[in-house]
């Protein structure tokens, strides 16, 4: 099943069940989604329901708060990450500050989902990862899905709480055909462990975990180094337990985000298994991650400005190299 | 003002070297896109790519009638810059991510800059732009210069936030800036009576500033407007809105096929191509003959067969690249 | 209760105020919003509004006085005006020290119990590869004087030497096998090295259980058998007379119900195909599968054509087959193509048995043990998808009489 599929039906699961689910956000409706995620649901449950909204972020997610506080589920789109950068005020001031502020009185039932990421020479402007910025924001809950199962369950789960959540899509992700079968019981907050492996713990999540999968799966082949693959559903908060459990075992811990390494994910997850396995540890932390530019149009360019699967083979080699592996 | 107005400006518009200005530029934004779409197709051009076929008049006629000044764009701007002269080759270079191009291969088909040419690009968020002319009209005001600022908007940047913000300071700290709404009906997917209160767009802007609307298929009429907005903002400092009416013949982007759109819908405005009326209009009035159609139809089909060459054969940008253009690294030396 | 008035904070830097001057003296009526006093913080001068309408009962603060903000600094009793209000008494003094501005309370230090101390030995090395020299007792900078460890070292590095000191490479071996790490074990056993036989009386004291992995032909039986089992199948269980067979060391049994059971597919065409959903493929010669055990492995090669092969052809082409698969040299086309497959436990002396039918294959013989009158149970496995009871039960018929057909098997004999 297609990603946006299973995002699709995940949607059209929860309007379904649930007369309080609506959906809003640019081209969501009559247009069926910029990336086609929502086709058929304008189709299928109306105006009413599936709302096609003018180009405004910050009154989009602005007006899905108001929703929200009085007990409506809505689903914004923002219909890439990079814009909702004109939706910072909604998104950093208010979904995660009105509850705390109100003493626990306000209920924000809201997901506001979001493709982000590198796709292919759309330029500085249209080419960010920006998973770090929401989710060093206390009060929010950043979550996110690298294949069908998991779009379909975590967005669900999403919907389901009474939390506002940020959910992040890639845009790389939306045609690729993955596995699917429904789930019981599944923890969104709980990392999954993709590849059992012995030597190295490798954290990731979106696209880059089949980046990472591919050059483990080489890294086996040909250098015999095992990886341990982690994929993180959750960005705030983090499972540090499933990670730490690991890097127990494998003593190595390296962190791949396509953001600018600066400040990113990885720096995060690497300080905290700094501070807390210390003595565990064989080597230090490895981050690969994007370099510190904004991302070029040039094809040549662009591909050396964020990680590969052949960088990520490349580089945990060579690390392996130099800290004994 | 008026009447004057009208009798030189009638001299001057109906002059034959015009339609033959327009007639060229239109006819190269026309060709150079088309061309766009077939390298896009051939894989040359990667991204987003937004062709403007169908809006040329309202491009051509804006920049012309413009004249001398800054221009700040949508991402949408292949024409525009081509108006402003730059030159094809520079930015066909541009769309092939070579270092020739006019952003060094770094911005691609939506950031097209050239300061030398008062070229400030295309931009990617839609509506950001608005407010950099506002600011960049105070600025050129601040330091006494008097050309103004051609602000290019689509219907859908209209309905942002941003936009009404710009509106208000423009007006508030009266800034020579035109706002020239292209009113090409869709954003996206979405038809301008679906996400607009106000279905007449020149109507959010009339309480701030003069505010018209013009037929955007015909390049004359948006010339004689934006000459009129010109010489009212050089003349007292502030701002004017221009809603021209047109529409796009292709989809969005090449992402998007436009079928939302019905084929009746389509055909009815291409009826109204804007190139084939000024040809028509050219021709019957003789401002054009056969003979120089011709020969312009010729240079054309050069130029933009020359600017694909040119960036065929230009090199890729070096490694380096990456990291440069990042920071200029100087200081002012103006300040002690 | 009275109402306290407190130092107010009138930024969010202030810490302390100054009553600079009580605009109010105790016994003054206040009105909401006047100004009672004036404080200085931070440099500024502010005014001090009543919230609350009446009496300023006692002022707690004296003018040029200093206190914290949150600190009452006067009292008052809230109502209305009452034109006779008692007279105050003017305060003693005492009286005032009776309610004492409560005192600054100094930080709390919780005492917590020492920090434990991580205490590595010196040496250029990775934290973990530290940590392992401390519980092995390892002198790491020493070591690596000595260059008998790298700089910098890692867990690898100090693995090794502990290995290469405590362990005989067969031992080293043997920790593979049963998935022991180095570490426990020379804890478990400190002070000397460890060959083969401490370890193996290691393992068996702990009940350690010795790992044995599953071969990739094991896999794919196990995965064929999972898929097969489950597909619609039936048993017949016969009783057959295999008295005039006259097999031997050479032409063993096995080799003479192959010839047999390969001539009498011949009659029967489903037993020579395949499933394919929407049709069969009908083979025209009979391929028959012998199931083998060699080594802990099972296999079942294929002898293709039997229809037209004899006797002794079948039995060397048996043996070779089973040599290839003790030396694991079996092509995948030798596995293939096989329609139904023979399995003898007879020799072990097994009476009877059911087998499971390799998958793709319509059926399976499963010969158990030949008593003294020559009898022997068979069953047979049919994939009911292709062979349906009636053909079942023809074939079984027809085998019955082809192994009591003197002729048939004088004929066998010659060939
Ligand atoms: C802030 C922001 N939100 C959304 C988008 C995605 N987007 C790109 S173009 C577009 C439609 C703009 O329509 P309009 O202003 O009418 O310009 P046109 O494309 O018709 O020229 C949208 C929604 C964006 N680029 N920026
Ligand atoms: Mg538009």
């Known amino acids: 099943m297609l990603y946006r599929d299973a995002l699709n039906l995940a949607l059209e699961h929860a309007l379904e069940h649930d007369h309080r689910v609506v959906l809003l956000g640019e081209d969501v409706g009559f247009y069926g989604g910029n990336y086609k995620v929502t086709e058929g649901l304008y189709a299928k449950y109306g105006p009413k329901r599936v709302i096609d909204t003018p180009i405004a972020e910050n009154s989009i997610v602005g007006t899905a708060v108001g929703m929200a506080m009085m007990g409506l589920r809505p689903v914004a789109e923002i219909m890439t990450a990079n814009f909702s950068m004109l939706a910072m005020d909604q998104i950093v001031n208010q979904m995660p500050k009105l509850r705390y502020m109100s003493g626990g009185k306000v209920f924000l039932p809201l997901v506001v989902r979001m493709p982000q990421g590198v796709a292919k020479q759309l330029g500085s402007q249209h080419s960010q990862s920006l998973e770090h910025l929401f989710a060093s924001i206390p009060g929010l809950y950043v979550l996110c899905a690298s294949d069908a199962v998991s779009a379909y369950h975590v967005l669900l789960y999403a919907i389901r709480m009474d939390d506002p959540v940020l959910f992040l899509e890639h845009v790389l992700l939306y045609g690729v055909d993955f596995p699917f079968e429904p789930l019981e019981g599944f923890d969104p907050f709980r990392a999954r462990i993709l590849r059992e492996g012995r030597d190295v713990t490798v954290v990731s999540y979106l696209k880059m975990t089949h980046d990472v999968l591919k050059a483990s799966q080489w890294l086996e082949e040909r250098e015999g180094i095992s990886c341990e693959v982690i994929d993180l559903l959750s960005l705030r908060p983090i499972d540090f337990e499933t990670i730490y459990g690991s890097v127990k075992k494998t003593k190595r811990l390296v962190v791949v985000y396509e953001a600018p390494k600066t400040l990113g994910l990885g720096a995060e997850v690497s300080a905290r298994v700094s501070e807390e396995l210390f003595y565990f540890l064989d080597a230090p932390p490895l981050r690969i991650a994007g370099e510190e530019v904004p991302i070029p149009y040039n094809r040549k360019l662009e591909l050396m400005a964020i990680p590969t699967p052949e960088k990520v083979y490349a580089q945990i080699v060579q690390w392996g190299r130099r800290h004994g592996l | 003002m008026s009447f004057l107005h009208e009798v030189v400006f009638y001299t001057l518009t109906m ?209 004689r407007a934006v000459i009129k907005a010109k010489e009212y903002i050089e003349e007292y400092g502030k701002p004017y809105f221009i809603e021209a009416l047109t529409y796009r013949f292709e989809g969005h982007s090449m992402a998007d096929k436009g079928d939302y759109r019905s084929p009746r819908e389509i055909e009815m405005f291409k009826r109204r191509d804007p190139l084939e009326l000024l040809l028509k209009r050219s021709l019957k009035e003789g401002w054009l003959t056969e003979e120089q159609v011709r020969l312009i139809d010729k240079k054309v089909e050069r130029l933009v067969e020359e600017s694909v060459e040119f960036a065929k054969n230009s090199p890729e940008p070096s490694e380096e690249e990456l990291y440069s253009d990042l920071y200029c690294g100087v200081c002012s030396d103006v300040i002690p | 209760m009275d109402y306290e008035i407190l130092m107010p904070q009138f930024s969010d830097t202030m810490e302390v105020g100054r009553v600079a001057r009580w605009l109010k003296k105790e016994g003054d009526f206040v009105e909401r919003g006047e100004v009672i006093a004036e404080i200085e913080a931070e440099k500024a001068v502010m005014e001090l509004q009543s919230f609350k309408r009446g009496l300023l009962k006692r002022i707690l603060v004296r003018e040029g006085q200093e206190v914290p903000v949150g600190r009452p600094i006067a009292l008052m009793e809230l109502g209305e005006r009452i034109e006779e209000v008692r007279r105050p008494t003017a305060p003693p003094t005492e009286e005032r020290k009776a309610v004492p501005p409560p005192i600054e309370e100094a930080p709390k230090v919780v005492p917590t119990k020492p920090p434990e101390r991580v205490e590595l030995p010196s040496g250029f090395a990775s934290p973990y590869a530290r940590l392992l020299a401390k519980e092995m007792g390892l002198e790491l900078e020493e070591l690596q004087k000595e260059g008998r460890l790298p700089s910098p070292a890692h867990a690898k590095d100090v693995e090794g030497l502990l290995r290469e000191r405590y362990f005989t490479p067969k031992a080293l071996e043997l920790l593979k096998e049963y998935e022991l790490r180095a570490e426990d074990l020379i804890r478990a056993l400190p002070d000397r090295k460890i060959d083969e036989d401490t370890l193996l009386a290691y393992v068996e004291r702990e009940g350690i259980p010795k790992r044995l992995p599953v071969s990739s032909v094991q ?28 097999w031997d060391k050479d032409i063993t049994l096995t080799h003479w119900l192959i010839k047999i059971v390969g001539d009498a597919m011949q009659f029967f065409e489903r037993l020579r195909a395949l499933f394919k959903e929407d049709y069969y493929l009908l083979y025209p010669h009979s391929n028959v599968g012998v199931a083998m055990a060699v080594g802990e492995e099972l296999y079942a090669p294929v002898i293709k054509e039997v229809n037209r092969k004899g006797l002794k052809e079948i039995a060397q082409e048996v043996r070779e087959l089973k040599k290839k698969a003790e030396e694991g040299r079996l092509s995948l086309e030798e596995l293939q193509g096989g329609t139904l497959t023979i399995s003898n436990l007879g020799m072990f002396g097994i009476r009877s048995f059911d087998a499971v039918i390799p998958y793709g294959q319509v059926c399976i013989i499963a010969v158990g043990m030949q008593d003294e009158k020559g009898m022997a149970h068979i069953t047979f496995t049919f994939d009911h998808r292709v062979v349906n009871g009636f053909h079942g039960a023809l074939f079984v018929k027809h085998l019955k009489e082809k192994v009591l057909d003197r002729n048939y098997i004088r004929f066998l004999k010659k060939v």
């Open chain 2, 15 to 223: 002059s034959q070297t015009l339609a033959e200005k327009f007639y060229y530029l239109m006819k190269l934004g026309r060709e150079f896109e088309l061309r766009c779409k077939e390298e896009y197709l051939k894989g040359n051009i990667s991204g987003f790519l937004h062709l403007a076929i169908g809006q040329e008049a309202v491009h051509v006629g804006a920049v012309v009638g413009f004249g001398k000044g800054d221009l700040f764009c949508p991402y949408r701007e292949h024409v525009l810059a081509l108006a402003r002269g730059i030159e094809p080759k520079l930015i066909m270079a541009e769309m092939f991510g070579k270092v020739t191009g006019v952003s060094r291969g770094k911005g691609g088909s939506m950031h097209l800059y050239e300061p030398r040419l008062d070229f400030y690009g295309g931009n990617a968020i839609v509506a950001a732009h608005i407010p950099h002319a506002v600011g960049a009209g105070y600025a050129r005001k601040l330091m006494g210069e008097k050309a103004g600022i051609l602000c290019i908007l689509g219907d859908g940047a209209t309905n942002n936030g941003t936009f009404f913000e710009s509106l208000n300071i423009a007006s508030l700290w009266e800034v020579p800036v035109l706002f020239l709404c292209e009113n090409n009906q869709y954003a996206i997917g979405t038809h301008v009576s679906r996400s607009s209160y106000l279905k007449d767009l020149f109507l959010k802007a009339r309480d701030y500033m003069p505010s018209v609307q013009v037929d955007g298929m015909d390049v004359f009429e948006v010339y």
């Open chain 3, 219 to 246: 896999k794919s039986l196990i995965s064929n058998l999972s898929k097969s089992f489950v597909l619609p199948h039936y048993h017949i269980y016969e009783v057959f007379d295999l008295s005039q067979i006259p």
